[in-house]
Protein backbone atom coordinates (compact mmCIF):
# COMPACT_ATOMS: atom_id res chain seq x y z
CA UNK A 1 0.00 0.00 0.00
CA UNK A 2 1.74 3.17 -1.06
CA UNK A 3 0.79 6.62 -2.53
CA UNK A 4 1.53 6.41 -5.81
CA UNK A 5 -0.63 9.33 -7.85
CA UNK A 6 -2.12 12.95 -7.01
CA UNK A 7 -5.95 12.64 -7.05
CA UNK A 8 -8.13 14.44 -9.02
CA UNK A 9 -9.72 17.09 -7.66
CA UNK A 10 -12.80 16.77 -6.39
CA UNK A 11 -14.85 18.23 -9.56
CA UNK A 12 -12.82 15.37 -11.49
CA UNK A 13 -14.15 12.34 -9.80
CA UNK A 14 -16.13 10.75 -12.34
CA UNK A 15 -15.24 12.79 -14.95
CA UNK A 16 -13.97 9.80 -17.52
CA UNK A 17 -17.62 8.80 -17.28
CA UNK A 18 -19.13 12.83 -17.58
CA UNK A 19 -16.83 12.99 -20.71
CA UNK A 20 -17.61 9.77 -22.61
CA UNK A 21 -21.72 10.84 -22.17
CA UNK A 22 -20.97 14.63 -22.29
CA UNK A 23 -18.58 15.91 -24.94
CA UNK A 24 -18.65 15.78 -28.48
CA UNK A 25 -22.62 15.86 -28.84
CA UNK A 26 -22.89 19.39 -30.37
CA UNK A 27 -26.59 19.36 -30.67
CA UNK A 28 -28.95 22.67 -30.23
CA UNK A 29 -26.39 24.77 -31.94
CA UNK A 30 -23.60 25.39 -34.74
CA UNK A 31 -19.95 26.13 -32.79
CA UNK A 32 -17.26 27.83 -34.19
CA UNK A 33 -13.97 27.52 -32.40
CA UNK A 34 -10.58 29.07 -33.44
CA UNK A 35 -7.47 28.23 -31.71
CA UNK A 36 -3.68 29.66 -32.71
CA UNK A 37 -0.72 30.55 -30.85
CA UNK A 38 1.98 33.24 -31.20
CA UNK A 39 5.64 33.04 -31.40
CA UNK A 40 6.33 34.38 -28.18
CA UNK A 41 3.70 31.58 -26.63
CA UNK A 42 0.63 33.64 -26.40
CA UNK A 43 -2.11 31.24 -27.36
CA UNK A 44 -5.42 32.75 -28.74
CA UNK A 45 -8.86 31.09 -28.57
CA UNK A 46 -12.09 32.93 -30.17
CA UNK A 47 -15.29 30.88 -29.86
CA UNK A 48 -18.56 31.76 -31.44
CA UNK A 49 -22.03 29.44 -31.36
CA UNK A 50 -25.65 30.23 -32.69
CA UNK A 51 -28.26 28.88 -30.98
CA UNK A 52 -30.27 26.94 -33.41
CA UNK A 53 -33.51 27.78 -31.80
CA UNK A 54 -33.07 31.38 -31.38
CA UNK A 55 -30.49 32.34 -33.78
CA UNK A 56 -28.88 34.25 -30.83
CA UNK A 57 -25.00 34.46 -31.57
CA UNK A 58 -22.58 34.25 -28.69
CA UNK A 59 -18.80 34.34 -29.00
CA UNK A 60 -15.92 34.43 -26.85
CA UNK A 61 -12.22 35.99 -27.15
CA UNK A 62 -9.48 34.25 -24.94
CA UNK A 63 -6.05 35.44 -25.11
CA UNK A 64 -3.55 33.23 -22.44
CA UNK A 65 0.53 34.01 -21.50
CA UNK A 66 2.23 30.80 -19.71
CA UNK A 67 5.66 31.65 -18.26
CA UNK A 68 6.85 28.25 -17.57
CA UNK A 69 10.18 29.65 -15.39
CA UNK A 70 8.25 31.30 -12.98
CA UNK A 71 4.77 29.08 -13.06
CA UNK A 72 2.60 32.55 -14.08
CA UNK A 73 -0.07 32.18 -16.49
CA UNK A 74 -2.42 34.87 -16.86
CA UNK A 75 -5.83 34.38 -19.19
CA UNK A 76 -8.01 37.41 -20.35
CA UNK A 77 -11.48 36.65 -21.29
CA UNK A 78 -14.18 39.14 -23.19
CA UNK A 79 -17.23 38.05 -24.41
CA UNK A 80 -20.10 39.94 -26.50
CA UNK A 81 -21.94 40.03 -23.73
CA UNK A 82 -18.98 42.76 -22.97
CA UNK A 83 -18.07 40.87 -19.68
CA UNK A 84 -13.89 41.05 -18.75
CA UNK A 85 -12.47 38.58 -16.75
CA UNK A 86 -8.80 38.19 -16.01
CA UNK A 87 -6.98 35.39 -14.01
CA UNK A 88 -3.65 34.95 -12.65
CA UNK A 89 -2.09 32.07 -11.61
CA UNK A 90 1.14 31.15 -9.90
CA UNK A 91 1.92 27.70 -9.42
CA UNK A 92 5.16 25.62 -7.82
CA UNK A 93 6.66 29.18 -7.02
CA UNK A 94 5.77 29.60 -3.38
CA UNK A 95 6.01 26.11 -2.24
CA UNK A 96 6.18 23.00 -4.72
CA UNK A 97 2.76 21.78 -5.42
CA UNK A 98 0.50 25.32 -4.40
CA UNK A 99 -1.15 27.41 -6.49
CA UNK A 100 -2.59 30.75 -5.65
CA UNK A 101 -5.16 31.74 -8.23
CA UNK A 102 -6.99 35.59 -8.32
CA UNK A 103 -9.54 36.25 -10.41
CA UNK A 104 -11.71 38.98 -11.27
CA UNK A 105 -14.82 40.25 -13.74
CA UNK A 106 -16.70 43.22 -14.63
CA UNK A 107 -19.63 43.92 -16.31
CA UNK A 108 -19.94 47.64 -17.45
CA UNK A 109 -23.16 47.87 -18.52
CA UNK A 110 -24.75 46.52 -15.32
CA UNK A 111 -21.67 47.81 -13.42
CA UNK A 112 -21.44 44.13 -11.98
CA UNK A 113 -18.28 43.03 -10.40
CA UNK A 114 -16.68 39.77 -8.93
CA UNK A 115 -13.25 38.67 -7.81
CA UNK A 116 -11.94 35.44 -6.20
CA UNK A 117 -9.10 34.45 -4.60
CA UNK A 118 -7.94 30.67 -4.17
CA UNK A 119 -5.46 28.64 -3.03
CA UNK A 120 -4.50 24.81 -4.26
CA UNK A 121 -2.47 22.30 -3.06
CA UNK A 122 -1.65 19.02 -4.42
CA UNK A 123 0.81 16.17 -3.25
CA UNK A 124 0.96 12.31 -3.45
CA UNK A 125 -2.42 11.09 -2.17
CA UNK A 126 -3.34 14.71 -1.91
CA UNK A 127 -5.37 17.51 -3.38
CA UNK A 128 -7.27 20.43 -1.99
CA UNK A 129 -8.55 23.75 -3.15
CA UNK A 130 -10.15 26.56 -1.39
CA UNK A 131 -11.30 30.09 -2.33
CA UNK A 132 -13.37 33.01 -1.66
CA UNK A 133 -15.60 34.92 -3.72
CA UNK A 134 -15.16 38.35 -2.22
CA UNK A 135 -18.52 40.03 -3.64
CA UNK A 136 -20.76 37.15 -3.01
CA UNK A 137 -21.76 36.80 0.74
CA UNK A 138 -18.48 36.68 0.81
CA UNK A 139 -18.65 32.98 -0.04
CA UNK A 140 -15.96 30.50 1.20
CA UNK A 141 -16.09 27.20 -1.00
CA UNK A 142 -13.40 24.32 -0.37
CA UNK A 143 -12.86 20.64 -1.31
CA UNK A 144 -10.69 18.08 -0.59
CA UNK A 145 -9.64 14.65 -2.01
CA UNK A 146 -7.21 11.92 -0.69
CA UNK A 147 -5.97 8.72 -2.60
CA UNK A 148 -4.33 5.69 -1.91
CA UNK A 149 -3.97 2.52 -4.71
CA UNK A 150 -6.65 4.00 -6.70
CA UNK A 151 -9.38 4.60 -4.37
CA UNK A 152 -10.54 8.13 -3.85
CA UNK A 153 -12.40 9.58 -1.30
CA UNK A 154 -13.45 13.59 -1.00
CA UNK A 155 -15.68 16.11 -0.27
CA UNK A 156 -16.88 19.77 -0.67
CA UNK A 157 -18.73 22.91 0.97
CA UNK A 158 -19.65 26.26 0.73
CA UNK A 159 -20.05 28.36 3.76
CA UNK A 160 -21.69 32.01 3.28
CA UNK A 161 -19.03 33.65 5.60
CA UNK A 162 -21.56 37.08 5.50
CA UNK A 163 -24.65 34.60 7.06
CA UNK A 164 -22.85 32.15 8.59
CA UNK A 165 -24.10 29.50 7.66
CA UNK A 166 -23.43 26.55 4.63
CA UNK A 167 -25.10 27.15 1.43
CA UNK A 168 -24.06 23.60 0.17
CA UNK A 169 -21.87 20.10 0.78
CA UNK A 170 -21.29 17.09 -0.98
CA UNK A 171 -19.23 13.74 -1.17
CA UNK A 172 -17.87 11.54 -2.92
CA UNK A 173 -15.91 8.18 -3.31
CA UNK A 174 -14.39 5.89 -6.37
CA UNK A 175 -11.66 3.58 -7.44
CA UNK A 176 -9.49 4.35 -10.89
CA UNK A 177 -7.94 0.87 -12.99
CA UNK A 178 -6.11 1.60 -15.70
CA UNK A 179 -8.96 0.19 -17.91
CA UNK A 180 -11.89 1.70 -15.93
CA UNK A 181 -12.93 3.94 -13.03
CA UNK A 182 -16.09 3.95 -10.80
CA UNK A 183 -17.69 6.75 -8.79
CA UNK A 184 -19.94 7.32 -6.36
CA UNK A 185 -21.52 11.07 -5.72
CA UNK A 186 -24.16 12.81 -2.99
CA UNK A 187 -24.88 16.10 -4.09
CA UNK A 188 -26.72 18.85 -3.45
CA UNK A 189 -26.38 19.08 0.19
CA UNK A 190 -26.99 15.06 0.22
CA UNK A 191 -30.69 15.22 -1.84
CA UNK A 192 -29.15 13.63 -4.71
CA UNK A 193 -27.20 10.68 -5.45
CA UNK A 194 -25.59 9.61 -8.83
CA UNK A 195 -23.31 6.71 -9.67
CA UNK A 196 -20.96 6.19 -12.60
CA UNK A 197 -18.94 4.12 -14.44
CA UNK A 198 -16.32 3.95 -16.99
CA UNK A 199 -14.68 0.83 -19.06
CA UNK A 200 -12.17 1.26 -21.52
CA UNK A 201 -12.50 -1.91 -23.55
CA UNK A 202 -9.89 -2.22 -25.88
CA UNK A 203 -7.88 0.72 -27.91
CA UNK A 204 -10.98 1.17 -30.15
CA UNK A 205 -13.85 0.74 -27.56
CA UNK A 206 -15.51 2.88 -24.35
CA UNK A 207 -18.44 2.39 -22.29
CA UNK A 208 -20.02 3.86 -19.91
CA UNK A 209 -23.03 4.27 -17.95
CA UNK A 210 -24.28 7.02 -15.24
CA UNK A 211 -27.71 6.82 -12.47
CA UNK A 212 -28.94 9.81 -10.59
CA UNK A 213 -31.58 10.17 -7.55
CA UNK A 214 -33.14 12.71 -6.88
CA UNK A 215 -34.79 12.23 -3.55
CA UNK A 216 -36.58 15.35 -3.82
CA UNK A 217 -38.23 14.49 -7.17
CA UNK A 218 -42.00 13.95 -7.22
CA UNK A 219 -43.33 10.71 -6.81
CA UNK A 220 -43.29 8.43 -9.78
CA UNK A 221 -46.81 8.08 -9.23
CA UNK A 222 -48.10 11.41 -9.95
CA UNK A 223 -49.22 12.59 -13.47
CA UNK A 224 -46.18 13.79 -14.99
CA UNK A 225 -43.38 12.97 -12.87
CA UNK A 226 -40.47 11.69 -13.93
CA UNK A 227 -38.84 8.20 -13.24
CA UNK A 228 -37.22 8.62 -9.72
CA UNK A 229 -33.76 7.42 -11.22
CA UNK A 230 -32.55 8.47 -13.87
CA UNK A 231 -30.24 6.10 -16.15
CA UNK A 232 -28.05 6.72 -19.09
CA UNK A 233 -25.40 4.65 -21.07
CA UNK A 234 -23.17 5.51 -23.93
CA UNK A 235 -20.17 3.83 -26.03
CA UNK A 236 -17.35 5.48 -28.05
CA UNK A 237 -15.92 3.95 -30.85
CA UNK A 238 -12.69 5.13 -33.27
CA UNK A 239 -13.68 3.82 -36.93
CA UNK A 240 -9.85 5.07 -37.44
CA UNK A 241 -6.77 7.14 -35.64
CA UNK A 242 -9.00 10.46 -37.24
CA UNK A 243 -12.64 9.27 -36.71
CA UNK A 244 -14.77 8.55 -34.28
CA UNK A 245 -18.75 7.73 -33.50
CA UNK A 246 -20.63 7.99 -30.42
CA UNK A 247 -23.89 7.10 -29.02
CA UNK A 248 -26.03 7.29 -26.07
CA UNK A 249 -29.52 6.89 -24.61
CA UNK A 250 -31.46 7.46 -21.52
CA UNK A 251 -34.62 5.44 -19.87
CA UNK A 252 -36.82 8.17 -21.33
CA UNK A 253 -36.46 7.10 -24.64
CA UNK A 254 -34.06 10.22 -25.56
CA UNK A 255 -30.98 9.15 -27.88
CA UNK A 256 -28.22 10.88 -28.84
CA UNK A 257 -25.61 10.20 -31.94
CA UNK A 258 -22.19 11.96 -32.48
CA UNK A 259 -19.76 12.17 -35.13
CA UNK A 260 -16.09 13.53 -35.09
CA UNK A 261 -13.88 13.78 -38.50
CA UNK A 262 -10.13 14.98 -38.29
CA UNK A 263 -10.10 16.38 -41.63
CA UNK A 264 -6.18 17.19 -41.79
CA UNK A 265 -4.06 18.29 -39.03
CA UNK A 266 -5.63 21.14 -36.66
CA UNK A 267 -8.95 20.97 -38.48
CA UNK A 268 -11.90 18.81 -36.84
CA UNK A 269 -15.29 18.30 -37.53
CA UNK A 270 -18.25 17.16 -34.94
CA UNK A 271 -21.66 16.57 -35.87
CA UNK A 272 -24.41 15.39 -33.42
CA UNK A 273 -28.26 15.08 -32.38
CA UNK A 274 -30.54 14.13 -29.67
CA UNK A 275 -33.80 12.38 -31.06
CA UNK A 276 -36.66 11.49 -28.69
CA UNK A 277 -37.71 7.98 -29.63
CA UNK A 278 -41.18 8.04 -28.20
CA UNK A 279 -41.89 11.48 -30.66
CA UNK A 280 -40.34 10.57 -33.81
CA UNK A 281 -43.16 11.95 -35.33
CA UNK A 282 -43.03 15.30 -33.87
CA UNK A 283 -40.17 17.99 -34.55
CA UNK A 284 -38.72 17.13 -30.62
CA UNK A 285 -35.37 16.61 -31.73
CA UNK A 286 -31.87 18.68 -31.64
CA UNK A 287 -29.13 18.62 -34.11
CA UNK A 288 -26.16 20.80 -34.64
CA UNK A 289 -22.17 20.90 -35.69
CA UNK A 290 -18.89 21.94 -34.22
CA UNK A 291 -15.58 23.41 -36.43
CA UNK A 292 -12.44 23.16 -34.72
CA UNK A 293 -9.66 25.00 -36.13
CA UNK A 294 -5.97 25.02 -34.66
CA UNK A 295 -2.60 26.35 -35.76
Known amino acids: MAFTTIPVPFADVGKSANDLLGKD ?48 TVT ?11 QIELENKVAKGLKLDITGGFLPSEGKKNAKVGVQYKKLGFNTRAYLDLFKGPTFTGDVVVGRDGFIVGGDVAYDVGGSYITRFAAAAGYTAPEYSVAVHAHNSFKVFSASYYHRINAD ?20 AKAPVALEVGAKLYLDRDAFVKAKVNNAGV ?18 GLFDTTKLSQAAHKVGVSFVFEA
Do not use: H
Open 25 to 72: FPVGQTKLELKTVAPNGVTFNVLGNQDNKSGAINGELKTKYVDYKNGL
Open 76 to 86: EAWTTGNLLTT
Open 255 to 272: LGLGYTQALRKGVKVSVG
Open 205 to 224: LEVGGKGVWDSKAAPAAEKG
